[in-house]
């Protein structure tokens, strides 16, 4: 079947099933749950997966699905959606007794990924290319809970806080050539209703405790060893340094305290910290966080208390893979004016697909339909066609482009591509960033 008749075939399959589609975003909506913990969102797509006649795995990396559709050989590429939900107290929706909700679109991710497996799958389309689409449905991106992900650690059943680096880690990309999905965006009042080609920023996460010495806040305060005042002062350190970090790395440090203390009357001896340290490339991000190790443990040493700095490996900076962008333009092209569609943008947030981005080509088109920044009480579904419909089409249009004509096009770029690192080199700087100073 010619290339064009196969995405009008796709396509109208994808508006036939959108109310199938736009059903599933509404579920996990209804039903948020934090990162690790979606075992209702993962079945949810479990039994969508075996109801498109494909054979899913369950629980790929501790919650999470995934399944294989194509049999011809060639080039397999991963379509991605995140399962997991926010903290967002404020929200109006957010679920009473967690906090948690989807703040962020995963649950339109997972609705536009699943748009493109019916897609795909129904129309046959995947009979007509070389090579497969592995589904995905992953967990844990937002980088919240750490305590619980600290204990599924100690428990054995992660090594890796985030969900892409686990599933990186557990080899469910090994057999992947290929990866793209979308991410929700509210463009402003800028007429901008896709954005192609985003870079983002990594981190290192920092858990930090302060330990002092208690003494009657009162009576005796001169025989305490104030940790709160150690605390205050890594902070200040922090901010002295902040003129050093290079403007093009768009270093971000942003502590909060997490324990000040336990009661008023009592020096505080037990003080805890947490914080990021972004940076736009790896060797930013290693030279500031030196800085600020140094800022927090001369802070302690100031007034006579101890600082113990567990580094977490986190996330890695978002790269793009121009090629790939450009395909997806072509398409996108069809449904979007030019002045509606942005092309290039360097976000100071960060994306565990950046992880991945450093092993493989990667797509990660940012899609309009809603309003309100993303992680705040505003953010809603404004403009379901445009938010679900849209990306689906486009997405499955892009995979056929890829794999078309025997995978040429994707050949081509698997070829040509230049992987930042293998995956031994990544475990191993993951690894380099997993200390206690």
Same mark, same amino acid.
């Given at each position: ?5 196969? =995405? ?17 975003? =509404? ?56 399962? $997991? *939900?926010?903290?967002? &107290? ?11 909700? &989807? ?5 339109? /991710? ?23 689409? =592995? ?19 100690? /428990? ?7 969900? =892409? ?11 992947? $050539?290929?990866? !793209? ?29 302060? @330990? ?7 009576? *005796? ?32 440090? &942003?502590?909060?305290? @997490? ?40 802070? *302690? ?20 893979? *121009? ?33 991945? +981005? &450093? ?58 591509? /230049? @992987?930042? !690192? ?8 993951? +690894? ?6």
């Amino acid at each position: 079947m010619p290339k064009e008749e196969l =995405k009008k075939k796709v396509a109208r399959i994808i508006d036939e099933k959108r109310d199938r589609i736009i059903a599933l975003g =509404k579920k996990m909506y209804d039903k948020p749950e934090l990162g690790y913990k979606e075992k209702y969102a993962t079945d949810l797509l479990y039994e969508e997966f075996k109801d498109l006649g494909l054979v899913p795995k369950k629980n790929i990396a501790v919650t999470g699905c995934s399944a294989v559709a194509g049999e011809n050989p060639g080039p397999r590429i991963a379509f991605m959606g995140e399962l $997991d *939900a926010i903290l967002c &107290h404020e929200h109006p929706d957010a679920d009473q007794e967690t906090g948690a909700v &989807h703040a962020c679109g995963h649950n339109i /991710q997972s609705g536009v990924m699943l748009g493109a497996a019916l897609g795909l799958v129904l129309s046959g389309a995947l009979s007509e290319l070389s090579g497969s689409v =592995k589904f995905m449905a992953v967990p844990a991106e937002e980088y919240v809970e750490l305590e619980y992900r600290y204990d599924l650690r100690e /428990q054995g059943k992660i090594k890796y806080f985030g969900g =892409k680096q686990e599933l990186i880690y557990r080899g469910e990309l090994d057999d992947v $050539d290929i990866a !793209m999905m979308i991410h929700s965006l509210y463009p402003g009042d800028s007429g901008i209703k896709a954005l192609l080609g985003p870079t983002g920023n990594g981190f290192v996460g920092k858990k930090v405790q302060f @330990t002092g010495k208690e003494s009657h806040a009162g009576s *005796a305060p001169e025989e305490g060893v104030n940790a709160l005042n150690a605390a205050m002062l890594a902070i200040n350190n922090i901010h002295a340094q902040r003129e050093t970090f290079p403007d093009e790395e768009k270093i971000r440090v &942003h502590p909060i305290i @997490t324990k000040g203390g336990d009661i008023v009357n009592i020096i505080p001896a037990d003080v805890r910290m947490e914080s990021y340290v972004r940076g736009r490339t790896v060797k930013g991000i290693i030279a500031a966080n030196q800085k600020v190790n140094r800022a927090i443990k001369a802070g *302690a040493l100031a007034v006579g208390a101890k600082a113990e700095i567990k580094d977490i490996p986190g996330y890695l900076p978002l790269l793009n893979k *121009a090629e790939l962008d450009h395909i997806l333009l072509e398409n996108l092209s069809a449904f979007l004016k030019g002045d509606e569609i942005q092309q290039g943008s360097s976000f100071a947030g960060s994306f565990d697909f950046g992880d991945v +981005s &450093h092993l493989m080509p990667v797509l990660h088109p940012f899609f309009g339909g809603v309003k309100g920044d993303l992680h705040t009480r505003k953010f809603k579904i404004i403009d379901e066609e445009l938010a679900y419909i849209i990306p689906a089409k486009t997405m499955a249009m892009t995979v056929i482009d890829l794999l078309y004509n025997k995978a040429d096009r994707a050949t081509t770029i698997i070829e040509n591509h /230049q @992987t930042v !690192m293998t995956k031994e080199e990544y475990l191993d700087l993951l +690894s380099s960033f997993d200390k206690t100073i």
